[in-house]
Each structure stands twice: as structure tokens, then as C-alpha cells.
């Protein structure tokens, strides 16, 4: 049972230009968060959806970030028109039922 | 008042030595809790789930106490490979939102 994939593990994007983080969870988990972490700081809750629907994004950003999670296919992050102060680890978890949390690798966005 | 609070240390202990640290809730209602485990530039661990009457993996002991609202972990004979940053995870199940709630974890460093 592969654990949960996230990807690119690291990207590169210019100021103004779009990122978007993949997220896969494990299979037969239909809960996911994403979380962002800046340098030395801890983990800052984003997202929480199930499948097809946003449960909880009071800790994303009103503007230029969004996310889903469709019936088919990962988990998606969505930034447009990045900035530097969005360089950060984003990091992906599952959960079967909204408990316990199993984390993915993370992407390292860097913002030049 | 934070939902869930954690000393951020750092703990610096030698190698050998126990260490501990606890974790308070502020909801009564809360139900799972767990220790997780983040290495530097990693995604969080799982380390152990916290149960009621207390519980021991190896060398690593955790406890609840619901009446004060804490979680501790215990470390015995600690390992340079123990260095990392713990994060105590608490789960409310009331709430509306998502029910996991991470606090901002406690560094642990074990020097030789």
C-alpha cells in the first residue's frame, strides 16, 4: 500500500507565475489536508476536503490560493500569481476517517 | 487561548538522559490524541497514539490526563537519533471544522 505521494517534490516559479501541488492519498483514504510550513516554523493548517468537497479552508489565504479534490484523480493546491512570501513546504496528509493523519514528502516551493 | 499548546524548547539533553514534555488542550471534548515526529526538512511521523490508561512503545511512554487536559511524552535513555521536533495532535470530534488539531511542536536536541 503505497503511502501518500505529493509532487513535484520541489518546484521553481517566478513571481506572478501559477504552482500547482499534487497530492494522491493513500488508497481507501478519502480525507485530505494540506498544511504549510515555513523555515524553522511549525505545521499552519490550509484545507480539509473529502472527495469532491471543501469541509474546512479557514487557513487558506481569501485570495490566490485554492483547492480540490475531485472525484477522480489527486488533490490539488492551486497558487496563481505567487509570491515570495509563498515559499514554503506544503505538505499533503490522509486520514480514512478524519483521525489519525499520514503525511506525504511535502513540496518545496521556492518563489525567485 | 491556543487549542493546543506546546513548549517550543529546545530541549537540549545528553545522550542517556530521560526527557519529557507535555502538551495542553483547551477542549474538554477532545477524544484521540497522538505524538508525531518531524525531522528536519521531513513530513511529520506518526510516533504513538495516546490512550486512555497510558501507553509504552520501547522507550518512549505516553500518558493522558484528562482531569488537567494534558498529553506527556517520555523519552528513556535517549539517542542521538531522538534529536527532532515532537508535535503533540489532538482530535475533537464536535467540531465543525477539521477535527485535528497539531500544535507547533517541541524541539528536542540529544548531544553526545
Known amino acids: 500500500n503505497a503511502g501518500v505521494m505529493q509532487n513535484p517534490r520541489h518546484l521553481v516559479r517566478r513571481r506572478g507565475q501559477e504552482a500547482r501541488l499534487r497530492c494522491s492519498p493513500m488508497?481507501?483514504?478519502?480525507?485530505v489536508y494540506w498544511y504549510r510550513q515555513l523555515p524553522e516554523e511549525g505545521l499552519k493548517f490550509m484545507v480539509y476536503l473529502q472527495k469532491e468537497n471543501i469541509i474546512d479552508e479557514s487557513g487558506m489565504p481569501k485570495e490566490r490560493f485554492s483547492a480540490e479534490f475531485p472525484k477522480e484523480g489527486p488533490s490539488i493546491l492551486r497558487i496563481q500569481q505567487v509570491v515570495r512570501g509563498d515559499s514554503a513546504a506544503y505538505f499533503c496528509?490522509?486520514?480514512?476517517?478524519?483521525?489519525?493523519?499520514?503525511f506525504g514528502p511535502g513540496t518545496r516551493l521556492t518563489v525567485l | 487561548r491556543k487549542e493546543v499548546e506546546q513548549d517550543p524548547g529546545p530541549f537540549n539533553v545528553p545522550e542517556g538522559a530521560t526527557v519529557a514534555f507535555n502538551c495542553t488542550y483547551s477542549n474538554s471534548a477532545s477524544q484521540s490524541f497522538f505524538w508525531y515526529r518531524q525531522d528536519c526538512r521531513k513530513e511529520p511521523k506518526l510516533l504513538m497514539s495516546v490512550y486512555s490508561s497510558g501507553n509504552e512503545d520501547g522507550r518512549f511512554t505516553a500518558q493522558l490526563n484528562r482531569a488537567s487536559q494534558y498529553i506527556s511524552l517520555l523519552i528513556r535513555d535517549s539517542k542521538l537519533s531522538d534529536s527532532a521536533t515532537y508535535l503533540c495532535?489532538?482530535?475533537?470530534?464536535?467540531?465543525?471544522?477539521?477535527?485535528?488539531?497539531f500544535g507547533s511542536g517541541t524541539r528536542l536536541s540529544i548531544r553526545p
Open positions: 488508497k481507501g483514504h478519502s480525507h
Open positions: 496528509a490522509s486520514s480514512p476517517f478524519d483521525n489519525e493523519q499520514f
Open positions: 495532535v489532538v482530535n475533537n470530534p464536535y467540531s465543525s471544522a477539521s477535527k485535528i488539531i
